[in-house]
């Protein structure tokens, strides 16, 4: 599956983005979805991941309350909208497939299918 990332760019303190990863070449109903953050000097995280039926995700405590994932399956297409951003918020953000997991393995990062990043900043 080839994956293709956009939405980012700079944004104030407070406010929203929407991400969008869109997938090509497999059966995306049948992928557990994720987004992951690289900041500069920092490790790349996983922020938050769904499965591939949509029933169940997982959000990094950082994020929780503040960015939610969804998928669309008939466009093939995973979102991720931020909202409340904050300065440390920043970083490139990567969509990721994977197929068969369960629920309770969303939170593995070792997600076999990454799209390019695309660049979040968030001004103070």
């Known amino acids: 599956v080839q994956l293709q990332a956009s939405g980012g760019g700079l944004v104030q303190a407070g406010g929203s983005l929407r991400l969008s990863c869109a997938a090509s070449?497999?059966?995306?109903?049948?992928?557990?979805m994720g987004w992951f953050r690289q900041a500069p000097g920092k490790e790349r995280e996983l922020v938050a991941a769904i499965h591939w039926s949509g029933g169940s995700t997982y959000y990094a405590d950082s994020v929780k309350g503040r960015f939610t994932i969804s998928k669309s399956n008939s466009k093939s297409t995973v979102y991720l909208q931020m909202d409340s951003l904050k300065p440390e918020d920043t970083a490139v953000y990567y969509c990721?497939?994977?197929?068969?997991?369960?629920?309770?393995?969303?939170?593995?990062?070792?997600?076999?299918?990454w799209g390019q990043g695309t660049q979040v900043t968030v001004s103070s």
């Open positions: 990721a497939a994977d197929l068969g997991r369960i629920a309770s393995t969303l939170s593995r990062p070792d997600f076999a299918f």
């Open positions: 070449g497999g059966t995306f109903s049948r992928y557990a």
